[in-house]
């Protein structure tokens, strides 16, 4: 737990550091900057929402490189979602989003959230689509503090054809904890 701590830490920390030397006033516009585009693009997802999604997790595999054994994690994350998205002028995504899965130990996790991502494109008519983003927001699980609610933040990655999408997320850890790739279905109307 210490160590997820550390990282979650270190990670919040580098997000909002720049990575040219600037003046003190400098760094804390820079830094507010980054703080009102984050709320700005949350607040206008909220109030102008393009579509409704729904979100069925299929996948919570454990890395078999750092779990001495496997055998007893559930890695069938059965649950859903809900959420509202818009694309932004430049093509990237923005969603609010809950969701309730097993996790694990097969205990109930929710988590609710924004994310982002930065989207490519891969043909004329924008019906292939690749994102490369982050999610930020509130989970809690029974083996953490008995729902203890607990920040994060976690890198997105999707693949999309037309409205359904296969997005994924990548949890950090320790040996025999953490390092779980979660990837869920996402349909959007």
Same mark, same amino acid.
């Given at each position: 737990?210490?160590?997820?701590?550390?990282?979650?830490?270190?990670?919040?920390?580098?997000?909002?550091?720049?990575?040219?030397? @600037?003046?003190?006033?400098?760094?804390?516009?820079?830094n507010?900057?980054?703080?009102?585009?984050? &709320? !700005?693009?949350?607040?206008?997802?909220?109030? *102008?929402?393009?579509?409704?999604?729904?979100?069925?997790?299929?996948?919570?595999?454990?890395?078999?490189?750092?779990?001495? *054994?496997?055998?007893?994690?559930?890695?069938?994350?059965?649950?859903?979602?809900?959420?509202?998205?818009?694309?932004? *002028?430049?093509?990237?995504?923005h969603?609010?989003?809950?969701?309730?899965?097993?996790?694990?130990?097969?205990?109930?996790?929710?988590?609710?959230?924004?994310?982002?991502?930065?989207?490519?494109?891969?043909?004329?008519?924008?019906?292939?689509?690749?994102?490369?983003?982050?999610? @930020?927001?509130?989970?809690?699980r029974?083996?953490?503090? !008995?729902?203890?609610p607990?920040?994060?933040?976690?890198?997105?990655?999707?693949?999309?054809?037309?409205?359904?999408?296969?997005?994924?997320?990548?949890?950090?850890?320790?040996?025999?904890?953490?390092?779980?790739?979660?990837?869920?279905?996402?349909? &959007?109307f």
């Amino acid at each position: 737990m210490r160590s997820y701590l550390v990282g979650l830490g270190s990670v919040l920390l580098f997000s909002t550091t720049t990575l040219h030397a @600037a003046s003190p006033t400098n760094d804390t516009e820079n830094n507010l900057h980054w703080w009102d585009t984050f &709320t !700005n693009n949350v607040v206008k997802t909220k109030e *102008e929402p393009q579509h409704y999604e729904l979100y069925l997790p299929f996948l919570s595999w454990h890395n078999r490189l750092l779990y001495d *054994e496997t055998d007893h994690y559930n890695e069938m994350p059965w649950g859903g979602g809900i959420g509202i998205s818009r694309y932004d *002028e430049q093509g990237n995504w923005h969603a609010l989003y809950s969701m309730m899965f097993k996790d694990s130990h097969n205990h109930w996790q929710p988590v609710v959230g924004y994310g982002w991502e930065k989207g490519w494109y891969m043909d004329d008519d924008e019906d292939v689509r690749l994102g490369l983003g982050f999610t @930020a927001g509130v989970t809690a699980r029974k083996d953490m503090g !008995n729902y203890i609610p607990l920040p994060l933040v976690l890198p997105l990655f999707s693949a999309s054809y037309k409205q359904i999408s296969t997005q994924f997320t990548y949890i950090p850890g320790t040996k025999n904890n953490g390092n779980v790739l979660f990837a869920w279905l996402r349909y &959007t109307f």
